[in-house]
């Protein structure tokens, strides 16, 4: 435990409260007087042009009240991608709002308001479309071929780019090495599958300004990407912040098409249009990029890395929105700086095919690469004999070390060997069984995994935003108000920020509200994204908070006599530091500062004076000094059925450097939940493609299978480590994304050590146990 | 086609017209107001709609309207009524088992039917009870841990 009043204890979300009746505040809940239902045409060709579209009959139908079609939508080409600036040279602009040309099964051809949905549906099948079918290519490998269909004009055999990393001598590197490992690690295309669909309400008024009310991440992002999209000023969209959201793990991190043609039906009408995706249209509008790692790896006869070099191939989709950004970090984090290695090379590509398109994930391009490396790690220490903890150890940063992605800062506060020395005491790694015991046909096998570096927002990153603001607000009755433009889809702000806010203040965490805003009145934030909430917004929040006490205590001065240097604030009462008997309730010194001239109070009529006067109020808006490592480790007991090739997770351990926890019970959410999505990702999900067409054939969740309750371990253990990082709000750092990014190589190792198949490719099917068992 | 039906919601009578072919989902949120129900898929894949016909959790999605007329229908706004909430819904809140919660009211509609039918359930029944139920947010541990709480009683 720590001295901390409210820090660290598991506290009840406020937003549970109103959730577990109802819950009002999902934007999918949202109707304005007057709407329109918008609905869109969705081609189903995976790759044509547009010869010809005819509306007419569409437009004519009663209750159609606008239509958009290519030639209606500003021709500005953009990226999706929400949390970098519109103009950034670090995306691709390959996108159109409606384009000409369409580039994979299912994208818009045309938008249509009307006064009903059952309108709005039926218009659609009145525009008559005319495609001139191009030829289509699917996978990244035969795109890149000469030949190959040309996806964008001027983009040669598809290829976006082709980043690559360097350090040292790798050809030195190999050949000092006594042995060498090499695999191909191929992972699939999934999707994040939040449940509140994708929506919007965007209502313009008579002088053409836009309000937009939608489900998604990033709130500025919202307003930035809208007003680029539709050429107008930021100051004409104004984006409402939603109380929650219904999830997201990043599939609501850039703009869908439904947000920008909602704002041109409504422009065009007058009326406010709502936009509400099928769950259809939710699984073809963001995924996890697929990718194909080579992965090859130097080692001398004592254990140590002497080379590294990885190559990966990854499927960007018919837009490149976030994958230059998504291979980036795939490229450090997913590969190359976790572990020590004097001579590391990495060359990636990025390919254009005609799939739906990928986006952010959870993780965000660290999953495709920690699976190789990990599993890599279980081949090299199976081979050689070394123990999967100590030799990860070995190669792992340390405390104090230089941080691996930006010389200009150190691992202030880094736990990774605790993580993995109290997960495996925790897990009784060193008593575990051997390989492929236990009788009958059901195996047990034991696994690990680690991520030894991740992040704790974007800061380092190239052109993305990462400040954060806040505003809290003092109240006459002791609470406060706290506003911030972060987005809580699911991820638990509503409580964190609070706890921070009421730390800092020293009133109850029940006395703190978060509340509402709007882009006109709330500090510019930073996406929902990359673990950054708790310590970017946190730093932010307690900044804030730290303001408004400043104030508070200035405003208590006269009252307590004293400087206010010499004051402080406890359970909600401003004290003279060291003499508790002279205090007054924070309640007190709002009322003061709130009131007239003349206070009437308990005690009798006092008088005030003018510099006293107005709300206790502080801001906040800044950017977080450093972009600290979390790591984690995760340890995994499977049983594999070799009649069946079924696999169960029957066990998981999972230790993380967390900083500081301040709500245990949502720390511990975060991990029970990133291994339900970890497991899917090794076990079970996997998003199809009907051969011919790209037409996804997964998209409801009858065929895209993710683990339900009875498919969950009985026993998840979380451990959290706190460092104290020195720059973090009360210590804390990122948490979200490693518990999903270590499991699928977790439990592949863990596959292997029950029954010694080595399955390279997720996911990680009862068919390819058996194929590996040799039984198919 | 559009018919007049009559609809027993949370013990209140509703004269409503309704699509012949539609489903209950759809009448509840947006013809009654009660948006406590969710659409997730449309599909009865992920269970966010569901509600209790005659005591039973059903897919509200799934259900012809018509084929509720004359039962019982309780949604989540028909558990806390009379202003105090039902003791699943206090140990969903004390536990953490609710984060985006847009999942949660069909969780607690499920788990409503199992506690009128079990008094104390294992683990196992409480997970074979909400496996037609996804939730993406918190692996279900805190749900299981929930549910176990409100049959002991809160």
Redesign the interface.
């Known amino acids: 435990m720590n001295d901390y009043s409210v820090i660290g204890r598991s506290i009840p979300r406020p937003d549970a409260w109103e959730k577990v009746v109802g819950g009002r505040g999902y934007p999918v809940n949202l109707r304005l007087p007057g709407m329109l239902h918008g609905t869109l045409l969705r081609s189903p060709h995976p790759h044509a042009r547009i010869a010809g579209m005819d509306a007419s009959r569409a437009l004519a139908l009663p209750g159609v009240k606008a239509l958009i079609t290519p030639a209606d939508v500003p021709r500005i080409p953009y990226s999706a991608t929400f949390f970098k600036p519109a103009t950034s040279a670090a995306v691709v602009r390959d996108m159109l709002i409606l384009d000409g040309t369409v580039r994979y099964a299912g994208q818009p051809v045309a938008a249509v308001a009307a006064t009903t949905a059952s309108i709005a549906e039926h218009a659609l099948e009145l525009i008559e479309v005319q495609y001139e079918e191009l030829p289509a290519v699917f996978d990244p490998e035969e795109a890149m071929r000469e030949g190959a269909p040309e996806i964008h004009a001027g983009v040669r055999h598809n290829v976006i780019g082709r980043p690559t990393y360097s350090l040292g001598d790798i050809e030195a590197g190999f050949s000092a090495a006594d042995h060498v490992f090499e695999g191909v690690y191929e992972t699939q295309r999934v999707h994040t599958c939040y449940m509140e669909p994708r929506v919007c309400v965007a209502d313009a008024d008579a002088q053409g300004r836009v309000t937009v009310y939608a489900s998604v991440q990033h709130l500025f992002g919202l307003r930035e990407k809208l007003a680029f999209v539709l050429g107008l000023p930021v100051s004409s969209v104004r984006a409402v912040q939603p109380p929650y959201i219904g999830g997201g793990f990043g599939g609501k991190l850039d703009l869908a098409p439904i947000e920008p043609l909602a704002a041109l039906l409504s422009l065009r009408a007058r009326r406010p249009v709502r936009i509400e995706q099928s769950r259809y249209e939710d699984f073809i509008t963001s995924s996890r990029h697929p990718a194909k790692v080579y992965l090859k790896t130097g080692i001398s006869r004592d254990g140590q890395f002497t080379a590294r070099y990885a190559r990966t191939l990854l499927d960007a989709s018919a837009y490149a929105s976030e994958a230059p950004e998504v291979i980036r970090v795939h490229s450090r984090f997913g590969l190359m700086l976790g572990y020590r290695c004097p001579n590391a090379k990495w060359e990636g590509t990025l390919v254009y095919t005609n799939n739906m398109p990928g986006g952010a994930f959870r993780g965000y391009g660290a999953p495709q690469g920690c699976f190789a490396v990990e599993s890599q790690i279980d081949e090299i220490c199976e081979k050689l004999g070394f123990d999967p903890v100590e030799f990860r150890l070995k190669h792992a940063p340390r405390c104090g070390d230089p941080h691996p992605s930006n010389a200009a800062w150190k691992l202030d506060s880094y736990g990774f060997d605790e993580c993995l020395v109290r997960g495996a005491e925790r897990f009784g790694w060193r008593s575990r069984a051997k390989a492929a015991s236990g009788r009958g046909v059901k195996k047990r096998g034991f696994g690990m995994a680690a991520q030894p570096l991740w992040v704790s927002g974007c800061l380092g990153a190239p052109d993305t935003y990462e400040h954060s603001g806040a505003i809290v607000k003092l109240n006459t009755d002791g609470s406060a108000d706290l506003a911030t433009a972060t987005i809580d889809i699911g991820s638990g702000q509503t409580a964190v920020l609070c706890q921070i806010a009421a730390e800092e203040l020293g009133i109850s965490v029940e006395a703190v509200r978060l509340s509402g805003g709007s882009t006109d009145t709330l500090p510019v934030d930073a996406a929902t994204h990359a673990s950054r909430t708790t310590y970017a917004s946190g730093i932010a929040v307690k900044a804030a908070a730290a303001a408004a006490k400043k104030r508070l205590l200035e405003v208590a001065e006269t009252m307590l006599e004293a400087s206010a240097v010499d004051l402080e604030v406890r359970e909600g009462m401003v004290r003279v530091k060291g003499a508790s008997a002279h205090a007054v309730p924070v309640a007190d010194v709002v009322k003061r500062a709130e009131s007239p001239f003349v206070q009437i109070t308990s005690k009798g009529t006092m008088q005030t004076v003018l510099a006293e006067k107005g709300t206790i109020i502080g801001t906040s808006s800044l950017a977080p000094p450093r972009n600290p490592s979390p790591a984690s480790a995760q340890f995994i007991e499977v049983e594999v059925d070799t009649d069946t090739g079924e696999v169960r997770v029957l066990r998981a351990v999972y230790a993380h450097d967390i900083g500081r926890v301040v709500n245990l019970a949502g720390a511990e959410g975060q991990v029970e939940g990133g291994l339900q999505q970890g497991i899917g990702y090794a076990l079970m999900e996997n998003m199809r493609f009907e051969p011919e067409t790209g037409a996804c054939v997964t998209a409801d969740f009858l065929n895209y299978k993710m683990p339900t309750a009875v498919e969950m371990p009985r026993s998840i253990e979380s451990i959290f480590v706190e460092t104290d990082e020195p720059s973090g709000p009360f210590g804390a750092k990122g948490l979200a994304e490693p518990c999903l990014i270590v499991p699928a190589p977790a439990i592949a190792n863990a596959i292997y050590n029950a029954v010694g198949v080595r399955v390279r490719s997720l996911p990680i099917t009862p068919e390819k146990i058996l194929a590996g068992l040799g039984k198919i | 086609m559009m018919q007049l039906v009559t609809l027993e919601v949370n013990g209140e009578q509703h004269e409503i017209a309704v699509e012949a072919d539609g489903a209950l989902l759809a009448v509840l949120r947006d013809g009654l107001g009660?948006?406590?129900t969710?659409?997730?898929?449309?599909?009865?894949?992920?269970g966010?709609c569901t509600v209790l016909v005659d005591g039973r959790a059903v897919y509200s999605c799934m259900m012809y309207t018509l084929s509720a007329q004359g039962r019982k229908i309780t949604t989540?706004?028909g558990?806390?009524a009379d202003g105090k909430?039902d003791p699943l819904?206090e140990a969903?809140?004390?536990?953490?088992a609710?984060?985006?919660?847009?999942?949660?009211?069909g969780f607690?509609m499920v788990a409503k039917q199992l506690l009128s039918e079990t008094n104390n359930p294992d683990?196992d029944a409480?997970?074979?009870a909400?496996?037609?139920?996804?939730?993406?947010?918190?692996?279900?541990?805190?749900?299981?841990e929930a549910i176990r709480l409100a049959a002991k009683g809160g």
């Open positions: 009660l948006i406590g969710k659409r997730g898929c449309d599909t009865g894949g992920c966010c989540i706004e558990l806390a909430l819904q969903f809140v004390n536990t953490g609710v984060q985006c919660g847009y999942c949660t009211c607690i683990e409480i997970r074979h909400i496996a037609g139920n996804l939730c993406r947010c918190t692996g279900y541990h805190k749900i299981v």
